[in-house]
């Protein structure tokens, strides 16, 4: 029996990832509604630990976690392997239980780093086997021209031509309440918080749930490790690889 199953109502495993900076804990503080989450407003990171946070969606009970930036070594203190140790540690730990429901990638919609590949097939595709629907939350578009999601629309082949796939995606804005000073901000946050509810209530299911067969999870595992294998000379360039 595992930690959940134990308390009764289960509490879905909901894992936030990312570089450092991107706005991981806003994001949390947006989902949970308070500002629980300690943020900054610079690139050096600030969450220095894996914290769980509660929150209930739609009558469902998500354990929202918020995790040491990674790559903070390249702004902090912290090297980046020692960010990425704990994670993995992290992920494996609660993946072995059962207990990893659901990985957000939280990206940045103005930073596209050669990075963002190697994070997703290092977490998503070795650590957590494929077998764990990834969805994507697009941060920091509180100023774009038109509706926020026109950035998916005109990003998402980018994603998909370096080899990274998504349950599901939100573009959205993390501002706190208290810099949204214009109707225009408090109704983009508003409708922010609105639509990663739905992206989790949509995706996350419980790991019983989305397990798949050995053939289709290796399948998928070598999907990825090829995609990999074929942008990294863009990876090493830093040119937009060619489909």
Request: hydrophobic letters at 35%.
């Amino acid at each position: 029996m595992t930690s959940r199953e134990q308390s009764g109502q289960p509490v879905h495993n909901v894992i936030i990832f990312g570089e450092t900076g991107v706005g991981k804990s806003s994001l949390v503080n947006l989902i949970v509604g308070s500002n629980r989450a300690e943020t900054s407003s610079d690139a050096v990171a600030c969450t220095a630990r894996n914290q769980g946070y509660e929150v209930t969606i739609n009558n469902r009970k998500f354990r929202v976690w918020d995790t040491v930036g990674l790559d903070s070594g390249t702004f902090n203190w912290l090297p980046a392997t020692f960010a990425e140790r704990p994670l993995k540690r992290f992920l494996s730990k609660l993946f072995k239980k059962g207990e990893v429901d659901l990985l957000v990638y939280c990206v940045r919609a103005s930073r596209a780093t050669r990075a963002l590949v190697r994070h997703y097939q290092t977490f998503y595709s070795t650590v957590c086997r494929a077998a764990v629907p990834v969805v994507v939350v697009i941060t920091c578009l509180e100023n774009s021209s038109g509706e926020m999601d026109n950035w998916w629309t005109k990003n998402a082949g980018n994603f998909r031509n370096c080899g990274m796939y998504f349950a599901g995606h939100a573009c959205v804005t993390t501002l706190a309440d208290e810099h949204c000073d214009s109707a225009m901000l408090q109704e983009r946050r508003a409708s922010s918080r609105r639509a990663v509810h739905d992206l989790i209530s949509r995706t996350c299911v419980p790991y019983e749930s989305h397990l798949v067969s050995g053939n289709t999870s290796q399948t998928q595992q070598r999907n990825a490790s090829g995609f990999l294998s074929s942008i990294m000379p863009w990876l090493r360039s830093g040119t937009t690889p060619q489909r």
